[in-house]
């Protein structure tokens, strides 16, 4: 998925204003100006529409952590130089202390049905012979069952 896209629906689900969007980038560990978070909410088209790095958005997601459930003791967390959606659904799932059995409610408010093995393979290590890809499609109805959630 596009980054750009990533941090609009969340921000989105959970009611971000820019203030606060802000906050969670700087608890990340990533400064980001008010002008460039603008950027990264524009149009593709847009002449000033600015791509987010993998590191910023890995940022944003660390900061979320911290947000949602306090900030963990011993160092801090550095964020990854790249992301793939394995990893972005972990750290949501992380973000908001979600349980196996509670995941595959969430995807299933968003019409998926996936059992329990079907998801761990999703949080495997990428060596793991269980491994599995997270597609775009995964995540982005992982999203809008977070957003239908977030409706209820």
Same mark, same amino acid.
């Given at each position: 998925?596009? @980054? ?21 980038? $700087?608890? =990340? ?6 002008? *460039? ?6 149009? $593709?088209?847009?002449? +000033? ?35 793939? @959606?394995?990893?972005?659904? @972990? ?5 908001? +202390?979600? $349980? ?14 996936? =059992?329990?093995?079907?998801?761990? +393979? ?24 977070? *957003?239908? *959630?977030? *409706?209820?």
């Amino acid at each position: 998925m596009i @980054n750009n896209d990533l941090l609009r629906r969340i921000s989105t689900i959970l009611n971000f204003n820019d203030e606060k969007t802000l906050a969670v980038f $700087k608890l =990340g560990q990533c400064l980001i100006s008010t002008e *460039q978070l603008t950027d990264f909410f524009k149009d $593709k088209n847009d002449s +000033a529409y600015k791509v987010i790095l993998d590191v910023e958005l890995a940022s944003f997601l660390n900061g979320l952590i911290i947000d949602k459930r306090g900030k963990k003791d011993g160092p801090e967390h550095i964020a990854e130089q790249v992301l793939s @959606n394995n990893l972005i659904f @972990n750290k949501l799932k992380i973000a908001f +202390a979600l $349980k196996a059995d509670e995941v595959i409610a969430i995807l299933e408010l968003a019409d998926l049905s996936l =059992g329990k093995y079907e998801l761990s +393979a999703f949080f495997r290590n990428v060596n793991h012979k269980h491994y599995r890809e997270c597609s775009d499609d995964v995540l982005s109805t992982f999203l809008k069952g977070l *957003q239908i *959630q977030a *409706q209820q």
